[in-house]
């Protein structure tokens, strides 16, 4: 099963990626945290991809985010599907990922789009935690940790994303009005796109994409 996340930033995909993936034994590849990871390491490519401030909100160029999804599609945790959780953001890329799926004789089976009204998704921004170590994601009402301010997986003290600073997301939401809100149209039109309304809580939320999969009419 191959998969892809679409909708705003802050609504709450990566949440549900990380279950979508948990159920369905698949991994869930996040450009966004493959870019933060490397930044975090100070390997080359992370010192590469700083320089296109992601900390701001601009995005990374296409080319270079479709090099690390081709690298990263070919691993072998790949082999029996995947989700992207952040990719494609543009059309360009949507379309090179089209290909790199053919090239490979595979196929998108399904895009989930997740909507919610602007005012949640400001709200989740500022409530918003992530662990620097492991990459989980939490929520200060929403999804709190068991242990206030620390990881429920390893224990690290949670952080802030500088890029959840109310000015960044104001930024990336315009970033994202432009473009990658195109998507939904792209996607709908070849009949892959289904919209599920992700201001509710993560476990109706989640329980609306399992059934949503569940009654597809997969042409694998
Ligand atoms: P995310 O964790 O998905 O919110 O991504 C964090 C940041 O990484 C985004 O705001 C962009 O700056 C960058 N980024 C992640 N995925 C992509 C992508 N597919 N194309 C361009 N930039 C990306």
Request: net charge negative.
């Amino acid at each position: 099963m191959i998969l892809v996340l679409l909708g705003p930033p802050g609504v709450g995909k990566g949440t549900q990626a990380s279950r979508i993936s948990l159920h369905y034994e698949i991994p869930s590849i996040s450009t966004g945290a493959m870019f933060r990871d490397a930044i975090a390491r100070g390997t080359e490519f992370g010192r590469r991809i700083q320089r296109y401030r992601i900390d701001k909100g601009e995005f990374v160029p296409d080319e270079v985010v479709i090099d690390a999804v081709r690298e990263r599609i070919h691993e072998p945790d790949c082999v029996k599907g995947f989700l992207m959780d952040g990719f494609p953001r543009t059309i360009p890329q949507a379309e090179t990922f089209h290909r790199l799926l053919a090239e490979e004789k595979l196929r998108l089976n399904a895009v989930i789009n997740f909507s919610a009204p602007i005012d949640d998704i400001v709200t989740r921004f500022s409530g918003r935690r992530v662990c620097p170590v492991d990459g989980s994601t939490y929520h200060i009402t929403h999804q709190p940790p068991l242990q206030p301010g620390l990881c429920d997986v390893c224990g690290a003290q949670l952080e802030q994303r500088p890029d959840d600073d109310p000015v960044v997301v104001k930024r990336r939401l315009e970033v994202y009005t432009e473009k990658t809100a195109p998507l939904v149209e792209y996607y709908q039109t070849s009949g892959l796109l289904r919209t599920v309304d992700a201001s509710r809580e993560p476990e109706t939320v989640f329980g609306q994409v399992v059934a949503l999969l569940e009654g597809w009419q997969w042409h694998i």
